[in-house]
């Protein structure tokens, strides 16, 4: 039995190395089960290419499941697409309170990208979705995977970030700081692509992911180093710190159907219907 419980105890240790932080919503709450398939067959409506002919990998599940009462959602799933080894877009879908759909699109890649639906594109930015920076007075990467994911969690303390937003949800100029999770949301890399380590993080309005922050190693045998980037999964005017330094900021966007930028939001088309609970 004691040989049993370790064995467990360090299953669930490995697993924690590449799991997904989750809100924690009770799984007896009425009608989530339901919601979730719903929205896991929503997101499978939509296919992300990159450089034109290379179908991006969905994560097999979602990498962040949250509510924002406040901000009028009533459920969302955050999922992100990989090719091969590197994270190349993140989305959401969510149903809001008065039962519409909302969904967003992020590229995390310099590539071309594209979101398409029953063959119909419907994102395709013109702009890179990220652009990396070194994070500074950080130390070497460590040479075990252990090593480097707690190198990663003490550097992600070192970002926060804030909102700015205005009526007639808020009041006109509020800067509403964000929340770490305490948890990556996901990790990335491997010895055949660009990044051999990475780890994305979110800041939060409540449950709300906001802002993202991306860290990984960069750079060849002998220069490795820490590298960050900021990416927004908000249209709020946005900034980013790194020991309360300003090293990121994004002006309020005009995300609904921006179809050319890395960043948009939606209003997804489905023949589905919502589950009844939540009518």
């Known amino acids: 039995m004691r040989r049993s419980i370790a064995m467990l105890i360090l299953l669930s240790g ?12 009770p799984s007896e709450e ?22 034109r002919d290379r179908v991006a990998k969905r994560w097999p ?25 590197q994270p190349v877009a993140i989305g959401s879908m969510m149903i809001l309170q008065d039962r519409t759909l909302s969904g967003e699109f992020q590229s995390l ?30 130390p070497k ?13 003490l550097l992600a303390r070192r970002f926060s970030a804030e909102l700015t937003k205005h009526p007639p949800a808020y009041s006109e100029g509020s800067i509403w ?24 993080f979110a800041f939060c309005h409540d449950t709300d992911p906001e802002i993202l922050l991306s860290l990984e190693t960069r750079g060849g045998k002998n220069d490795l180093a820490w590298n960050f980037a900021f990416r927004p999964l908000t ?35 489905t023949n589905a219907t919502l589950p009844e609970l939540m009518k």
Not at 189 to 198: A, F, I, N, Y
Request: hydrophobic share 35%; proline share 8%.
């Open 14 to 25: 490995t697993l924690s190395v590449s799991s997904v932080s989750a809100q924690t919503t």
């Open 30 to 51: 009425p009608g989530r089960a339901e919601r979730l398939v719903f929205l896991q067959n929503l997101a499978d409506e939509y296919r992300i290419v990159v450089s």
């Open 61 to 85: 599940h979602p990498i962040y499941r949250w509510s924002h009462p406040v901000g009028s959602t009533a459920d969302g799933i955050t999922y992100m697409w990989m090719d091969d080894e």
């Open 109 to 138: 890649t310099s590539e071309p990208i594209k979101a398409v639906q029953a063959n119909v594109t419907i994102w395709e930015p013109t702009k890179p979705g990220c652009e990396y920076l070194r994070v500074p007075d950080a």
């Open 141 to 153: 990467p460590a040479d075990s995977p252990a090593e480097r994911l707690t190198q990663m969690k």
């Open 177 to 200: 700081g964000l929340r770490l999770l305490p948890k990556q949301l996901t990790r990335y890399g491997g010895s055949k692509g660009l990044v051999l380590d990475g780890a994305l």
């Open 235 to 269: 249209s709020w005017k946005a900034t980013g710190y790194c020991d309360k330094t300003i090293v990121w900021s994004q002006p309020a966007l005009a995300s609904r159907n921006a179809v050319k930028q890395p960043y948009m939001t939606f209003f997804p088309k």
